[in-house]
C-alpha cells in the first residue's frame, strides 16, 4: 500500500531514529515473506508505530472498531488515517461480530502479510507483564502462520523539553519464530490455545525480563484489582505446563449381536 509506505519512509522512521534513538535486535529472526504474527508485549502506545517503523515488512494491527467510529474531528482524523495506511477495524463486543470481525486479520495472514498483536490486551499499568489473551493462538493456528515474539524495552514515555512526552533510547527485539502448525487441527480446544499463548508470552518475557503477574490487565487497570497488592499472582513465567494429551476417541458401541426389531 503506497499510502502506508510514504508514511512510515517519510514520517515515521525518520522521525522515530531522530528523536527516539531505538535499537533493534534480531531483525534476522524476520522470515522475509509470508503470513505472520508478531506477539508483542505492551508498555505504551508508542510501539504501534515504532515496531513497524523499524522493520522492512509492512505491518497491520487490529485497532478497536471504537476509533473508527469516532464523531470528533480529531477522531475523524485517527480513523481517517488508520484506514487510509491499512489497519483494520475490530469488534470486540463478543459473539458473531467478533468472528466476524476477524475475518480482515485472517485475509492479510492469507496473502502473506504482517499483523502485529499485544497478547496483554492493553497496556501496562505498570511495566509488568500481564496475562495474555489466546486470540493470538487462534489466529495463528487458524491460519497457519508462525508467530515471532516481539520484546520492547524502555518504551513508556516521559516528559522531555517543554512537557512533549518522548521515549528515552527504547528497544526492540525480535525473537526466532514459533511454529504451532502441528497443532492446526487443535484450534478449537480452549486448553491448547491457552498453551500455547502461554508458550509465545514466555518466550516474550524471556526478551524483556519482565515480571510477570497472572491476571488480566483490565482487572488491575479497572477492575477490582485495581491500586491492590499483586504480589499474590506474580509467577515465574506464563503458564510452564505441559501440552495438554489429545482427547481420547470416543468409544463408538457395537452393534454386533444385538437383537434386531421384527
Known sequence: MLAY????????????RAVFHPWVRGEQNIPEEGGLIMACNHLSYGETFLVPAMITRR???????????????????????????????????????????????????????????????TRSPDGRMYKPKT????????????????????????????????????GIIFGEPL???????????MKVLRWVTDEVMAAVQQLTGQEYVDVYATRAKFGELKDKDLTPFVRPRPGGGELPPRPAPRAVESTAGAEQPA
Open 135 to 170: 486470540g493470538v493462538a487462534k489466529m495463528a493456528l487458524e491460519a497457519g502462520v508462525p508467530i515471532l515474539p516481539v520484546g520492547t524495552v524502555g518504551t513508556e514515555f516521559r516528559k522531555g523539553l517543554f512537557g512533549i512526552p518522548v521515549m528515552k533510547r527504547p
Open 59 to 121: 505491518m497491520t494491527f487490529p485497532v478497536k472498531a471504537e476509533i473508527f467510529q469516532q464523531k470528533s474531528i480529531g477522531g475523524r482524523i485517527v480513523g481517517w488515517f488508520l484506514k487510509t495506511v491499512g489497519q483494520v477495524p475490530l469488534d470486540r463486543s463478543g459473539g458473531r461480530a467478533s468472528a466476524d470481525g476477524l475475518s480482515p486479520v485472517q485475509q492479510v495472514l492469507a496473502d502473506g502479510g504482517v499483523v502485529g498483536i499485544f497478547p496483554e490486551g
Open 5 to 16: 509506505h510514504l508514511f512510515k519512509n517519510l514520517l515515521f522512521t525518520p522521525i522515530s
Open 179 to 189: 511454529d504451532f502448525s502441528h497443532l492446526a487441527d487443535r484450534s478449537g480446544e
